[in-house]
């Protein structure tokens, strides 16, 4: 299956994004279809064998709509033809506008008498005449109007119905029926009628729906701003070496291996490997990560970061749609076209909306007409019901809100894969969180060597375990190397090397078998520990985890291995476990060990001696106790327990696959990445109920009021202008609701 991302022209409301999903879903070979109406976006997963693009586009185009793919390269710039093709549609609806505007104004200042029942001196009589009036009207409906229509009748040959429907049939009833007292007044008045003309309510309909979506488009517009903000952060330019030359090229021209010079103040052009110097860089742009990070040769530097202090040389590993940066817009915008599982009842809503709200005015005026004889009244509260019926509401209530919020995580160094995951993060009632590499730096220290004999001046046996130890991938081993070779140990080859997941390694060195791992795996083993056992407890006790070193099936030596707490975890332990949760800790180390890291970071339940392959299981069980639980780890090892957590968040300084597996992304590897993450959910979901609480209440009061059911009691009817300008401005304070997430601010203390 291939993936691919389109934009969308032509939408006026949800109902158009259901048509949309609906044509594409029916093409052969689509598998899956999810259109945002807020993103202007369809996600289509599609079988290549069976159908290609143009067929999709195709489709759409028969829906009346059209689609354009979106670039692969998320970080190269807007298309120029594009950005105009935008500007000149903002410009006309701009003109639309104030066209529209300025003739409903005189329509509505020269129906004043007729509408107050009142002679007003300073308005002359033939500004009300209906011949003028339908004069001005007709244009107005004409050229500011006419999407309305035409995207009404599109839908109608489509057999559905959105948005325009309602407008096109409102403003056209309004229109048609002050076209008969204009023509035939006499008619009216014999059947004892006041030959009034509505052309007012027409075009001042016209113009405010058009005025609220002008505001709408420019405030959906800032709810990219954090995609655009991450696209703006890359370098332009990069100062490469090319046959002995240093040069400045355009960033696209940079080519993998090439050697990048990067002076005080410049952005890193690309990702890639220091060779030559040393700095200190500011990564906060892309991790959220506010402390400078020390950077020397060997280590890794991500594009579109600020060198600080020194000058380096760099070879790019990473370059165009592949980089680090490029990777983190394209996980925002797929976030951000995904829908949230508490969108789909205002899909459900809007896929039948149109259609009833078209059968409420119909009912409305014929209990107008027929019981109160009224056929005025019978004409105005059927265009209110028609005009301020807006599924636009609904239909953003959600993915507005999911945009800025995700935007506003990749901001602060979380990568949010989907709407789901940002909505599922608010419900999280406990966080299991691996030790190693998460609680703490992941960067293991062996800090004591005990021998059986008493002594740690016994180098043979570091011999023994530095070499069977180099063949091994994992921290400890690492460790036990470097602490090795500190001792001026030569290591040499190891044969028969074995890794048992979990436990430890073993083989043959210098003609002895040699076994390096757990204490319980040396019991397994049926190798007798008592010994070293009181060293043992005591080295635990201190949080060290102990390796066991055997040769020939007796223990000869162990090693305790320091793993250094990050500085932030207690402080985001203790603002979890305030905000209600429960924090556990998981860890394949032994209890002794693991607890005293427990208590040094406040938790106080820990799941611990787990084996990489029991930490899924370990997950299953707490689910099994009805909780929501998030599973936050870097290793490989944690990728099956962060796929069976019902939120993975994965540590991004760790391992691609466990990133691969999670949910959401903390880039920089603070745990303090976890409280805002859940903090975030939290605000995000607060603001979408409010969205659709006053989406729902919108419709659901403003429809009957429409309808004249406050008549029989206060005397009172909605304006049809009312109605349009109720109408215009519900979306945009949706949407205008959704901007206030830009302002969120973790409060890492609770």
């Not at 839908?155 to 948005?163: D, F, G, N, P, Y």
Request: glycine content about 8%; some cysteine; proline content about 4%.
């Amino acid at each position: 299956m291939d993936n691919q991302t389109f934009k969308l022209r032509g939408m006026s409301c949800a109902a158009c994004a259901s048509n949309i999903e609906s044509a594409i879903q029916s093409v052969p070979g689509v598998e899956a279809c999810s259109v945002n109406f807020g993103a202007e976006q369809a996600a289509v997963t599609y079988d290549p064998h069976q159908t290609d693009l143009a067929q999709i586009q195709a489709a759409v185009d028969d829906a009346g709509y059209t689609a354009q793919p979106l670039n692969d390269d998320v970080l190269a710039p807007e298309d120029d033809a594009e950005r105009r093709s935008r500007a000149a549609e903002t410009r006309q609806l701009t003109r639309k506008v104030v066209f529209s505007l300025a003739i409903g104004s005189l329509l509505v200042i020269g129906s004043l008498p007729m509408m107050t029942g009142l002679p007003i001196p300073f308005i002359p009589s033939w500004l009300h005449n209906p011949w003028l009036q339908l004069g001005l009207t007709a244009p107005v409906l004409a050229w500011a109007g006419n999407s309305f229509y035409i995207n009404a009748w599109k839908a109608l040959k489509r057999h559905t119905a959105s948005m325009d429907t309602l407008v096109a049939v409102g403003t056209g009833t309004a229109f048609l029926y002050s076209l008969f007292p204009t023509l035939y007044p006499q008619w009216f008045i014999d059947q004892g009628l006041s030959p009034d003309v509505y052309f007012e309510a027409a075009a001042m309909i016209v113009a405010l729906i058009l005025l609220g979506r002008l505001f709408e488009n420019r405030a959906r517009g800032q709810t990219s701003e954090a995609i655009r903000k991450l696209i703006g952060l890359q370098a332009k330019t990069a100062r490469v070496i090319r046959r002995g030359q240093t040069v400045d090229i355009p960033i696209a021209q940079v080519a993998l291996g090439d050697v990048i010079v990067v002076r005080p103040g410049e952005k890193i052009p690309v990702d890639g490997e220091i060779i030559d110097g040393s700095s200190t860089l500011d990564e906060s742009m892309v991790t959220g990560e506010s402390v400078p990070v020390q950077k020397k040769a060997g280590d890794e530097v991500i594009g579109a970061t600020l060198n600080k202090t020194g000058s380096f040389k760099f070879r790019a590993t990473r370059v165009g749609k592949d980089t680090f940066l490029a990777q983190i817009v394209k996980l925002v915008q797929q976030a951000q076209g995904s829908k949230a599982p508490i969108q789909k009842l205002a899909d459900q809503v809007t896929a039948w909306f149109v259609p009833v709200v078209i059968a409420i005015a119909l009912l409305t005026f014929i209990v107008w007409y027929n019981v109160m004889g009224n056929l005025t009244m019978a004409l105005i509260t059927t265009v209110g019901v028609l005009i301020i019926a807006c599924p636009c509401a609904l239909g953003l209530a959600t993915p507005t809100s999911i945009m800025v919020g995700t935007g506003k995580g990749a901001e602060h160094g979380i990568l949010i894969k989907g709407a789901d995951s940002l909505e599922l993060a608010h419900k999280i009632q406990t966080i299991v969180l691996d030790k190693t590499g998460t609680i703490t730096q992941g960067k293991p220290t062996a800090t004591n060597y005990l021998t059986v004999n008493g002594t740690a001046t016994e180098l043979h046996l570091l011999k023994l375990a530095g070499t069977l130890e180099r063949n091994s991938e994992h921290p400890l081993a690492e460790a036990v190397v470097q602490y090795a070779q500190a001792q001026g140990v030569s290591l040499t080859e190891a044969q028969e090397f074995e890794s048992v997941t979990g436990s430890g390694v073993e083989g043959v060195v210098a003609g002895q078998r040699v076994q390096i791992g757990t204490h319980r795996w040396m019991q397994e083993l049926g190798i007798v520990t008592d010994r070293l056992q009181t060293q043992w407890e005591q080295l635990e006790d201190l949080g060290r985890t102990v390796v066991w070193l055997a040769v020939d099936g007796q223990i000869e030596a162990i090693l305790g291995i320091a793993d250094a707490v990050k500085p932030s975890s207690a402080r985001a332990i203790a603002t979890l476990q305030r905000m209600g949760l429960e924090v556990a800790m998981l860890t394949g180390d032994n209890r002794r060990t693991a607890e005293a890291i427990a208590r040094e970071v406040g938790i106080t339940r820990v799941f611990a001696e787990v084996r990489p392959d029991q930490k899924a299981a370990q997950i299953d069980t707490l689910q099994r106790e009805g909780k929501i639980v998030a599973m936050v780890g870097d290793g490989i090892n944690d990728a099956p327990a962060l796929a069976q957590a019902d939120v993975g968040m994965a540590i991004g300084t760790g391992t691609d696959v466990a990133i691969a597996a999670s949910d959401i992304t903390l880039i920089s590897g603070d745990l303090s990445g976890i409280v805002t993450a859940i903090q975030l959910s939290r605000a995000t979901m607060a603001n979408i109920r409010q969205n659709l609480f006053f989406a729902f209440i919108y419709n659901t009061l403003g429809i009957p009021i429409a309808a004249g059911i406050l008549y029989p009691v206060f005397g009172w009817l909605l304006s049809p202008i009312v109605a349009g300008a109720a109408m215009a401005f519900s979306s945009v304070s949706v949407v205008t609701n959704a901007l206030r997430l830009r302002n969120f601010r973790p409060r890492l203390g609770g």
